[in-house]
């Protein structure tokens, strides 16, 4: 009975925040354009799932933000992705949904192994920011990695100046990732303390 109350109170959570990533998308929240990118602030319930339901739930929802950064890629609203769906459907696919879920299950990995060795609040912050951290340094890695010598990226690598692939995702990530970094690190650390407090009372 016990298990069979954890496994609903875990969809439960799970359908919850997967339904926030939904509606962020929905009102324009969740991916905000930046210049070429999209400042992707789905890392945030990614974070607050990961750190307080663990990697699984990081994994899933994750999924759900790749599978959403995916659409946008096959609708078109997102000029980079849709430019890479042309070049390569199976690279965009690891790109988008791939890099995502592992990105979502690294976080839940991290909030499980701080909260071993961590009592103090601030693992909540620190997990929370390896969220848009990770997600920026796979989502990057990857276009270097399947689509750098392209010439939709060899173009803005020359737009940018850069003299190479990491100076490229430098330049390129710039104000955003930290705008990112910043706001998944306060919401989702003041969001997965609270929740976490309330989940195990």
């Known amino acids: 009975m016990k ?36 400042a992707s602030f789905l890392t945030v319930p990614v974070a607050i799932g990961g750190i307080v339901m663990g990697p699984l739930a990081g994994a899933i929802l994750g999924c759900v933000f790749g599978l959403i950064s995916f659409y946008d890629a096959l609708t078109g609203a997102s000029v980079m992705t849709g430019t890479f769906l042309s070049i390569s459907p199976v690279h965009t696919f690891i ?28 693992r909540y912050f620190i997990a929370a920011i390896s969220a848009p951290l990770l997600n920026t340094a796979l989502f990057m890695g990857y276009i270097c990695l399947a689509f750098y010598n392209t010439d939709y990226v060899q173009a803005l690598v020359t737009s940018l100046g850069a003299t190479n692939p990491l100076m490229f995702i430098i330049l390129l990530v710039g104000f ?9 690190c306060i919401v989702g650390g003041i969001c997965s303390k609270g929740v976490d407090v309330v989940v195990n009372k």
């Open 3 to 38: 298990t069979n109350n954890s496994t609903v109170k875990f969809m439960t959570q799970l359908a919850l925040l997967i339904a926030v990533e939904i509606v962020m998308k929905l009102i324009g929240l969740g991916m905000v354009p930046i210049g070429p990118l999209k």
């Open 95 to 122: 790109l988008c949904i791939v890099m995502r879920t592992i990105m979502g299950f690294l976080v839940g990995l991290i909030a499980s192994g701080l909260k071993k060795v961590m009592k103090s609040n601030l």
């Open 176 to 184: 955003q990732g930290l705008v990112e970094a910043i706001a998944c």
